[in-house]
């Protein structure tokens, strides 16, 4: 396969500090590299986005491979604070960079980004957008920003080389609203062999002891919801509440008003805290209501675990017969699904050995990989 030099925008950058689209652009981008391509990453250069944080430890930097230190191109441009802006302010800038680097192809992440299709297609620069879940549909959005993601999905529509969904949900979504066909790639989920990072000594918690929940902390992922359930349900393992929030500052403090010796908020980890909290879970909680693949969730599967989603067809595509699911509304049956899995060790060990087997047969890597590879030749063609 010919060489090709690749942009991914759209994202915080690398290595990843923040979600799902920071650990995807590293991962794939690792990957792409690998294969003789030539890939550059746009990073944002403001507080608490992607780069080397004070937790980036020196066993943790030593763990990576060589190619995610040295061999991808990091961009690194200004973003405006400000939830409205961080993102499409990056963006917009990335775009002009771009214009005059010759890419072969750009990967676009998130439908918000596409405003600036227009401007990179007059330039004659194929791009690929992965629109991620139907946004629009967050609770955290007002009027304008739900109007912005709405002109996202008919910008990507109209103006893409290739629309990219994570899931068939979100590819049927596009294909009954704006008639066009997306290419389906879902997201990966491979954990490095690894010695354990001591995050459990950290918080005092105890391997195959703890429940664990991974996710932003903003409305849409019911992070408070989960809470109250955990504490209906009574006496149990503690739980460990990781992630944090970037603009929901009044739902993280009433989050930890909840805090205590069972609650845990160790803030937002990665890298091999991250992954050691996942292996050693007795139970993970995926409460999202809105996106298609959700990372954390495929993960949490592909490190064996035994793994409770909420009940939405994105979920269930994800999930299969592997994951046991719960409503939050109208009515929340979680702490009845956390009870009923405490209570039965041969439930838990099958749904394990399930995930495992679904996360390998569906989610890895090196197939995610080799079909972004084969979409970024024929568009680039």
Request: with cysteine; hydrophobic share 40%; glycine share 8%.
């Given at each position: 396969?010919?060489?090709?030099?690749?942009?991914?925008?759209?994202?915080?950058?690398?290595?990843?500090?923040?979600?799902?689209?920071?650990?995807?652009?590293?991962?794939?981008?690792?990957?792409?590299?690998?294969?003789?391509?030539?890939?550059?990453?746009?990073?944002?250069?403001?507080?608490?986005?992607?780069?080397?944080?004070?937790?980036?430890?020196?066993?943790?930097?030593?763990?990576?491979?060589?190619?995610?230190?040295?061999?991808?191109?990091?961009?690194?441009?200004?973003?405006?604070?400000?939830?409205?802006?961080?993102?499409?302010?990056?963006?917009?800038?990335?775009?002009?960079?771009?214009?005059?680097?010759?890419?072969?192809?750009?990967?676009?992440?998130?439908?918000?980004?596409?405003?600036?299709?227009?401007?990179?297609r007059a330039a004659r620069i194929p791009v690929a957008?992965?629109?991620?879940?139907?946004?629009?549909?967050?609770?955290?959005?007002?009027?304008?920003?739900?109007?912005?993601?709405?002109?996202?999905?008919?910008?990507?529509?109209?103006?893409?080389?290739?629309?990219?969904?994570?899931?068939?949900?979100?590819?049927?979504?596009?294909?009954?609203?704006?008639?066009?066909?997306?290419?389906?790639?879902?997201?990966?989920?491979?954990?490095?062999?690894?010695?354990?990072?001591?995050?459990?000594?950290?918080?005092?918690?105890?391997?195959?002891?703890?429940?664990?929940?991974?996710?932003?902390?903003?409305?849409?992922?019911?992070?408070?919801?989960?809470?109250?359930?955990?504490?209906?349900?009574?006496?149990?393992?503690?739980?460990?509440?990781?992630?944090?929030?970037?603009?929901?500052?009044?739902?993280?403090?009433?989050?930890?008003?909840?805090?205590?010796?069972?609650?845990?908020?160790?803030?937002?980890?990665?890298?091999?805290?991250?992954?050691?909290?996942?292996?050693?879970?007795?139970?993970?909680?995926?409460?999202?209501?809105?996106?298609?693949?959700?990372?954390?969730?495929?993960?949490?599967?592909?490190?064996?675990?035994?793994?409770?989603?909420?009940?939405?067809?994105?979920?269930?595509?994800?999930?299969?017969?592997?994951?046991?699911?719960?409503?939050?509304?109208?009515?929340?049956?979680?702490?009845?699904?956390?009870?009923?899995?405490?209570?039965?060790?041969?439930?838990?060990?099958?749904?394990?050995?399930?995930?495992?087997?679904?996360?390998?047969?569906?989610?890895?890597?090196?197939?995610?990989?080799?079909?972004?590879?084969?979409?970024?030749?024929?568009?680039?063609?």
């Amino acid at each position: 396969m010919v060489s090709l030099k690749i942009a991914i925008a759209g994202t915080r950058g690398v290595p990843a500090r923040y979600g799902g689209f920071e650990t995807f652009a590293a991962e794939l981008s690792m990957r792409l590299v690998a294969r003789g391509h030539e890939v550059a990453v746009y990073c944002r250069d403001t507080p608490g986005s992607a780069g080397v944080s004070p937790a980036d430890s020196a066993s943790e930097r030593a763990r990576r491979p060589r190619s995610q230190e040295h061999d991808i191109h990091r961009i690194v441009l200004p973003a405006l604070r400000h939830k409205y802006f961080e993102t499409v302010s990056h963006t917009f800038l990335s775009a002009l960079d771009a214009l005059r680097r010759d890419f072969d192809v750009i990967l676009l992440c998130n439908a918000a980004n596409a405003f600036v299709l227009p401007l990179l297609r007059a330039a004659r620069i194929p791009v690929a957008i992965n629109v991620d879940g139907i946004e629009r549909r967050r609770r955290k959005w007002n009027v304008l920003g739900k109007a912005v993601y709405a002109i996202g999905e008919s910008f990507s529509a109209l103006f893409a080389s290739s629309v990219v969904a994570d899931a068939d949900v979100i590819a049927d979504y596009y294909r009954g609203r704006y008639g066009i066909d997306p290419v389906m790639i879902p997201y990966g989920a491979e954990f490095p062999i690894e010695e354990d990072s001591d995050v459990l000594e950290r918080l005092g918690v105890q391997s195959g002891n703890y429940i664990l929940y991974v996710s932003r902390f903003e409305p849409e992922n019911n992070p408070l919801e989960v809470v109250s359930a955990y504490e209906a349900v009574g006496e149990s393992p503690p739980l460990v509440m990781l992630g944090s929030a970037s603009y929901a500052r009044d739902l993280e403090a009433e989050l930890h008003r909840h805090a205590s010796e069972r609650i845990l908020f160790p803030g937002a980890l990665f890298g091999a805290d991250y992954r050691t909290l996942q292996r050693h879970a007795l139970l993970y909680i995926q409460a999202t209501e809105v996106g298609g693949t959700h990372p954390a969730m495929i993960e949490a599967m592909g490190s064996g675990g035994c793994v409770l989603a909420h009940d939405t067809p994105e979920n269930r595509e994800v999930g299969g017969d592997a994951v046991g699911y719960f409503k939050l509304r109208p009515s929340e049956t979680l702490s009845g699904t956390i009870r009923e899995c405490l209570d039965s060790p041969a439930r838990q060990a099958q749904m394990k050995t399930a995930a495992r087997a679904r996360a390998a047969e569906k989610y890895g890597w090196t197939a995610v990989t080799d079909a972004y590879e084969r979409l970024f030749s024929e568009i680039a063609r």
